[in-house]
Structures are given as C-alpha cells and as structure tokens.
C-alpha cells in the first residue's frame, strides 16, 4: 500500500512525465492522429486533463464532505488494486465516458501544461497539507466503483501514466510527422 509521501512523489513524477511527453512537440506532431478510431497526442493530452481537473476537485472539495460508512469503506478496500488492474496494462482498451471526451477545449501544448500544472499543483498542496485521512472518505469512480481519496489521487498517477503510454504509441505509428 502506498503511502501519503510515496503518493505525492508519484503524482509530482507522472505530472513531470506526462507532460514532458508532449509540451515541445510541434502543432503538426500534437494534431496528428494514426487513425479514425485512434486519438491525437492532444486529444489524449485533452481527456487526461478534463479527467485530472475534475478528479482533483473531487478530491479536493467533494469528496471531504463527509465520512464514509463502514460498508463504503469495505467496497473501496481493494481499489488500488483495482486501478492497476484496470489502468497498469495497455493490452485492453477502454472507452473514456462522454463527460472526458476531447472536445478540442485546449489547442496548444503550452494551454495544455499551464491547466494540468495547475490543477495538479492544486490537489498535491492539498494532500501535503490536509490532516484529513483520506482513506475515510470514498466516492464512486465510473470505471473502477469506489475509491477512497487516497486511491483517487493513485488514480491520477495510473492513468495519466497510461496515456503517455498511448501517446508514445502515437509517435511511433506510420506517418508521424518529424520535427
């Protein structure tokens, strides 16, 4: 299990990787996509972020409101485990729920960076200076049913992590402009 300090170091490295995947590309190397059905690097850029901002608040304000019960608690005991079954691997897709899709919010790579940092920075201040446990607070994820706040914070981490994974697969597909 991780914890808290283990939990903000992760989530300050996969920030630093994340968005070193895609903050110098160029506009022709950010919009390409390697087909119909397969996203751009700013199209992923795009659905982490909305992902990101909206978890983080949730973290952050929503989720604290109250304390969970202990059945609540019981149902979210094994979502960490669940979030790296689920986001680890690359080897099944998942589609994103509508309410993440990319909608073109965001155009440039800097756009990109300045709201993720911000949002990012955000819920890792929180984290550093709550005294709140947050293993005692849980709300329901789509995808992965409920997670404590802890665990939703490891969500940020997974899946953002999974998605430079898509956006290396990008650059690397036939047809990727060069710089």
């Known amino acids: 299990m991780i914890d808290r300090h283990q939990l903000i170091d992760l989530l300050r490295q996969s920030a630093a990787t994340f968005t070193g995947s895609f903050a110098s590309l ?20 795009e659905h982490v972020i909305v992902a990101e901002t909206g978890s983080g608040k949730l973290i952050t304000r929503k989720l604290i409101a109250a304390e969970a019960t202990p059945e609540a608690l019981e149902a979210a005991a094994d979502g960490e485990a669940r979030i790296n079954r689920r986001l680890a691997k690359r080897d099944q897709a998942f589609p994103a729920p509508e309410f993440v899709l990319p909608t073109g919010r965001w155009q440039t790579p800097g756009e990109m960076v ?4 911000q949002s990012r920075n955000a819920t890792i201040a929180f984290l550093e200076t709550t005294d709140l446990d947050l293993r005692r607070y849980i709300a329901p994820h789509p995808a992965l049913g409920p997670l404590d706040g802890h665990q939703w914070a490891y969500f940020l981490v997974r899946h953002c992590l999974r998605h430079v994974e898509q956006i290396e697969e990008v650059k690397r597909a036939a047809g990727y402009p060069a710089a």
Do not use: L
């Not at 087909?35 to 690097?41: L, N």
């Open 114 to 117: 300045g709201v993720f940092d």
């Open 26 to 45: 160029a506009p022709p190397q950010f919009h390409f996509s390697p087909g119909a059905d397969r996203w751009s690097i700013a199209q992923n850029a």
